[in-house]
Structure formats: C-alpha cells, structure tokens
C-alpha cells in the first residue's frame, strides 16, 4: 500500500513511518523543510514537499495515495491563538481530506485524543463519540470535538475513516516535549513532585511504538467511522506517577491542596488538566484490530534512563 504520512518527523510519526515500511508498505511524507525532508528519507520515506496550508496540495497527496495517516498539526499556530487556533485549523484539512478520497474507501487515519471522563463515572471506551464536553471542557476539546465528528462522518462519503485516540501520556526514548518531561522539569525546578490533592485522579500512558502499531492496524484492516484507543496503561493514579518521579530524582513527592493548583502555582499552565482523570478502556482495539501492547509500560520505560540520564 502507498501511504501518505502527515506529522511523519513529531513523535509519533517517527514510529509510524519505520512502522510502516517494515510490514512492505510504501511511504510519501510531508515536509515543510530541508531538515525535516533529510529526517524522513533517512527513515526510508519518499518526501513531498508542501504544508498544511496548502489545501490543494493535500488533496492530490491523499488522491495518489491508497491511503492517509494524519498526525500532524499547525504548530506555527501556537504563539498567536494557542491549542484552540491549532486545532480549528485541523477542520478544513479533514474536509479537503474528504473531498479527495470521497468514494473510494480508501483508509484515511486521524490522530485524535482521549478526554476526560470523570462525568461519565467509567472508562472512556472506544465506542463514546468524540471528546465528551461540559463546563468544565470548554475551547480545544470542543474544536477536537469538532474534528474528530468530521473524521468519523466522511465514513458516510465513502471514505474508510477513522480516529486513533492517543494515550494523555504517550512515552518513548524520544518523549522530549510531553507531560511526562513537563512534570519532570517542574520538579526539579520546585525541589519536590506534586500532585493535585490527594492525587486518585487518573491518568492513561502508551509507549509510542504501540501507538505506531495501532496506526498500521487501522490503516490495513480497520473498519470505516470507528475510534481507537492507543492506550496501554488504563489507568494510573497521579500520585503513583509522581511517587515514581520521585523516588528515580530523590525528591519528596507532595500533595498540592487544590486552591493553590491555579497560576502562578505549582502546576502553572498545566493546572487546568492535571486535576482532570482519563481513565480508558483498549479492549474493542485489541478485539477488533488483535492488537497487543507489547513495549514497556510507563514504569518500566522510566527505569530505561532516557528520562533520567545519570551524569553531568
């Protein structure tokens, strides 16, 4: 199969496109630079040249291909309107996406995330529809919302579509970026690794390369208009998280009473999520696609050193 790759240098497309080509498929991959172009082709991917702006350019990738991964995103974005501009500008990208697959039943395959669902008193599943928003979700989880819906309805336009919703910590070697370092370098900036309250909340965890495999199932055999959960760890309590941050940095970890968790915190920007709990379930992924994660889960990836390198 000829896959077109958006998003193939970022973390989990790193994963996807080695993924890929090992299980004999050809890979064409976005670039908007010469650095990001030598990275893909040292991965072994062809590369197109072109950005997310260019609607039309998107287009005749997705048409020549025999199907799409999409998990890039208009980083550029962040500075001027935050996750909320980012993710509105992924809605016209799904349209065009739409327009140039409509009929065929070709894959086409969407990152996506998982919400909270603390409101739904369970495990988020693979069948709940998009990110379930109420008061307290409000702005980037009611545009992904958006999103995602557009994704799973092209399934009516005869395009073979699909979600993969990526666990809220997705953690590798090459993790640099995502909450996990987030929490990481706030402890070592306070001296001690908080949690908020009495830290029951939960949180989700994939290693990345078992996101790349979720994406290669969807793709060659998924069903239309379904989401898919790259979830390995369902659920684990914050304060273990940050017990675990502790004990590998020698620094105490500490509850943070809940009126102290706003700016200028402990937390900081990330005080408005890390209250939140994502519990989810894998059992239709696994059923549905006969998907396994097999790579280390989040405890065992943290003993592996690379997210607490020992020397100078």
Do not use: C
């Not at 669902?117 to 495990?123: A, D, H, I, N």
């Not at 399934?155 to 073979?160: D, S």
């Not at 020698?250 to 009473?257: E, F």
């Amino acid at each position: 199969m000829h896959v077109f790759v958006t998003g193939g240098t970022g973390h989990s497309g790193s994963y996807i496109i080695p993924e890929l080509i090992a299980a004999g498929h050809e890979v064409t991959a976005l670039a908007r630079s010469d650095t990001a172009a030598a990275t893909l082709s040292a991965n072994g991917a062809k590369v197109r040249r072109g950005d997310l702006e260019d609607l039309d350019g998107l287009m005749e990738a997705a048409a020549e291909s025999d199907g799409v991964i999409h998990v890039a995103h208009r980083q550029d974005l962040l500075p001027f309107g935050g996750m909320d501009a980012v993710a509105a500008a992924e809605l016209p990208i799904m349209l065009a996406y739409g327009e140039a697959l409509a009929g065929t039943q070709k894959p086409l395959v969407v990152a996506g995330s998982i919400g909270s669902s603390g409101q739904l008193g369970r495990p988020a599943t693979e069948e709940d529809p998009a990110l379930p928003v109420g008061d307290e979700h409000k702005g980037t989880l009611q545009v992904r919302n958006v999103v995602e819906t557009a994704v799973i309805d092209l399934a009516g336009r005869g395009v073979r579509s699909s979600v993969v919703r990526i666990a809220n910590i997705a953690h590798s070697a090459t993790d640099r970026a995502g909450f996990l370092p987030s929490l990481i370098a706030l402890a070592k900036e306070k001296g001690v690794v908080g949690y908020p309250g009495d830290g029951t909340n939960v949180w989700n965890a994939v290693h990345v390369r078992d996101v790349a495999s979720v994406f290669r199932l969807a793709l060659e055999q998924g069903p239309a208009g379904k989401h898919w959960h790259a979830v390995g760890d369902e659920g684990i309590p914050l304060r273990e998280i940050a017990e675990a941050i502790g004990s590998r940095l020698d620094l105490p970890a500490v509850s943070i009473p809940m009126d102290e968790l706003m700016l200028p915190g402990y937390f900081g920007f990330l005080a408005n999520i890390v209250t939140q709990s994502y519990p989810a379930s894998n059992l239709i992924t696994r059923q549905a696609l006969g998907w396994e994660p097999t790579r280390p889960g989040l405890f065992a990836d943290m003993d592996n050193g690379h997210y607490f390198p020992v020397g100078p």
